[in-house]
């Protein structure tokens, strides 16, 4: 017996899509930072970060790692929500990760992030995040909100990751 089906495709709504940008210099080379950007060593460098290892083979972050977080959500939303974290691109000779957080289906953020030699033992690194909506809820919220949330999350990771990459202790 054969079946047919037709697929009826309707064009995307029009989700609300803000970019934020943060660079930050480091006195720590590339090869020493890189290896921070995974859940298990944020332990060591992020207040109060917990998280739940969904899925790594070797244990650690690498392309294909899931793992979610209570963290992100309730900064975004104000409420509870999970967020789960994949690694898209996990590129250690070049020393950038790109990530997509799905916010419990509200909204899904790319982030990308890239450590770069700038001078003996010093690394530019920057944070980029790409925020689209996924529902009402966040497609109303004001484009600065979004904005300024965005940039003070990449604002206090790239200054734990400082702090610790330059006096080997977590952030108080």
Known sequence: MTTNKTITYQPATENKRIEAMVTREIKASPGKIYPLACPVEELRWIPNWEYELIYSKSG???TNCIFNEEQSGPHFFEKPLTTTWVTVLHDPDKHR?????NLSGKAVINLKVEFREVGKEVSSCTWHMIF????????????ETI????ELVMNFLSEALKHY????EMLK
Do not use: R
């Open 60 to 62: 650690v972050n690498e």
């Open 97 to 101: 990760i790109l990530f997509q957080l």
């Open 132 to 143: 689209t909506a996924l529902d009402e809820e966040a497609n109303s919220m004001a484009t």
């Open 147 to 150: 904005q300024v949330k965005m």
């Open 165 to 168: 990459c330059e006096t080997g």
